[in-house]
């Protein structure tokens, strides 16, 4: 990679039969690889359906020409920087080097065409409102790490073990589909640049996913999903632990299925943590990327905000990569190098409700110059700010029994029968962009009615959270003293990355609530077919 990198960049764009003046030599040129090697087995009804083994070597070429000040990256044109191609997976150096020489040439095309319009525009439209550099200058970076070893697991044992997770939502006969599903992956990133940085960083990940799926009597679709992540297969929960989670998924699912559609609310409610996580990472965290700042189509919520009071003061929101374990439970979103060479920082976020900088990539902003170690991206994207590790701390605690009891006044002071608890959240949406409104909705899974009467909680379906971020982070009242553990995965413009969000739970005095789509097709006409009393047909 070094050696045809250094060819490439001294000799692209000098050329004997053209004049200087009209040379375009690269000021900056990357090689990026990922090689992965990879094991997935899936099942769902209680038999396998997928075991495959992958190994793969994906390599990222990004040129740059111009200057730092306005490249080829510039605006819209600033995902074409990156051109990928699959490289061979042997250690054949002679086909490596073509495979780079080729994708290189192809990109350094590709990048002079995107200069010649950039200029072009740069001269015909009007002055934009954030008129920082295209790209940061950063210190090289040197880290050369043990290289991950290829995934070897018990293929034999793991396939029956997730055959029998699968076959146990047999009992559960309004389950109309399941899938478990484990994936290990053992990744090796290889990064070397024309200014000298060379860096080779291991990830390993180990995660197993459960879904499964009813519909209601009314029409409405319902899904349970719970997903399972260590470093290793070996640090994955043991096989009674995660048979007890897949009944428990069950069970519930075929309470939601029975349980009342809820009405749209307005008024108080509990995020469970994990809850909490998901809400801070969709409604907050996105807007505090650094690339939301810039650009004419970004809504740039909290770009002017610096200084301010975005949150209670008794909060504060950092960002931390470095960290690998948060309380026993891996954090699938740690690194120690990013996506664009730079070594992985934490950042705090947020101190005292005080908003203090943005997650930042080397993609410069107004008032913030440098990388803070967060551009990611997954393999055949460009780098982007990005969430990691999401940690929310609070100094305003207390116990849940309190927490819920604040819950309920908080109901009775605002006229309400009753508060929400939401349990367990699945994703949700952030929009960003000025062309839409500035709103986020997110999608609970699990939510009680919490009464002010002392009525038992009652379980209800169909419920879709919705608001907008100044106002809904506003509104945190007090938090338990009992954060959790969110681990996952983000898609944004620079593709899919695995993160983790950490919080306690919050009572916040308002949240308003939406009905999801009822849908209108029918439960299935004929029931799921029995099991055959006698040995399963081989």
Not at 1 to 9: D, G, P
Not at 82 to 105: G, K, Q
Not at 320 to 325: E, I, L
Request: net charge negative; with cysteine; proline share 7%.
């Amino acid at each position: 990679m070094s050696t045809e990198l250094q060819r490439a960049f001294t000799s692209l764009g000098h050329s004997a039969s053209i004049p200087d003046d009209k040379q375009l030599p690269p000021y900056f040129l990357s090689y990026s690889v990922s090689d992965a090697s990879a094991v997935s087995i899936r099942a769902q009804y209680g038999a396998l359906v997928g075991s495959t083994s992958n190994h793969a070597r994906v390599a990222d070429i990004q040129v740059r020409l111009g200057s730092p000040k306005l490249d080829n990256t510039h605006g819209d044109h600033r995902a074409s920087a990156v051109n990928s191609i699959e490289l061979p997976l042997a250690d054949d150096r002679a086909a490596l080097a073509r495979s780079l020489w080729s994708a290189t040439n192809a990109g350094y095309g590709a990048a002079v065409d995107n200069y010649l319009r950039v200029q072009t525009e740069a001269q015909v439209r009007a002055k934009e409102e954030d008129s920082s550099p295209d790209f940061s200058t950063e210190p090289p970076q040197v880290s050369i790490a043990k290289p991950a070893p290829p995934v070897v697991i018990d293929r034999a044992l793991w396939e029956q073990r997730v055959r029998d997770l699968s076959r146990i939502f047999r009992d559960y006969p309004d389950v109309y589909r399941n899938i478990v599903m484990l994936t290990v992956q053992n990744e090796t990133d290889y990064f070397a640049s024309s200014e000298g940085s060379r860096v080779i960083t291991p990830h390993l990940q180990a995660r197993l996913v459960v879904l499964a799926v009813t519909r209601a009597d009314d029409g409405m679709d319902l899904f349970r999903d719970q997903t399972f992540e260590a470093e290793t297969v070996s640090g994955l929960p043991s096989q009674s632990a995660l048979e007890s989670a897949v009944r428990q998924l069950g069970q519930s699912l075929e309470a939601l299925r029975k349980a009342p559609v809820t009405e749209p609310f307005n008024g108080p409610a509990i995020l469970s943590g994990r809850a909490s996580a998901v809400f801070f990472h969709e409604v907050l965290g996105h807007r505090l990327e650094g690339q939301r700042q810039r650009g004419d189509d970004e809504g740039q919520t909290f770009t002017k905000e610096i200084g301010k009071d975005i949150l209670p003061n008794f909060l504060s929101v950092a960002d931390d990569p470095t960290r690998t374990v948060y309380d026993k439970t891996w954090l699938s979103g740690s690194y120690t190098y990013d996506d664009e060479g730079q070594k992985a920082q934490r950042v705090e976020l947020i101190q005292d409700g005080v908003l203090k900088t943005f997650l930042m990539s080397r993609l410069p902003i107004a008032s913030f110059s440098e990388s803070n170690g967060h551009g990611r991206a997954q393999t055949g994207r460009m780098p982007t700010g990005r969430q990691g590790n999401l940690i929310v701390t609070s100094t305003k605690t207390t116990s849940d029994a309190a927490l819920r009891q604040q819950l309920i006044d908080e109901a009775k002071k605002q006229g309400k029968p009753y508060g929400l608890y939401f349990e367990d959240i699945s994703s949700g949406f952030a929009v960003t962009q000025r062309s839409s409104p500035q709103a986020f909705q997110v999608i609970p899974l699990v939510v009680y009615r919490v009464y002010v009467d002392g009525r038992p909680d009652e379980l209800v379906r169909g419920v879709a959270i919705v608001g907008t971020p100044l106002a809904a982070m506003k509104r945190i009242l007090a938090t338990s003293d009992k954060p959790e553990v969110f681990n996952g995965e983000c898609g944004a413009e620079s593709g899919t990355v695995p993160v983790s969000a950490v919080a306690p739970a919050m009572l916040l005095s308002e949240i308003e609530t939406q009905r999801q789509p009822q849908g209108i097709e029918r439960p299935p006409i004929l029931p799921i077919p029995s099991a055959p009393a006698t040995k399963e047909a081989q």
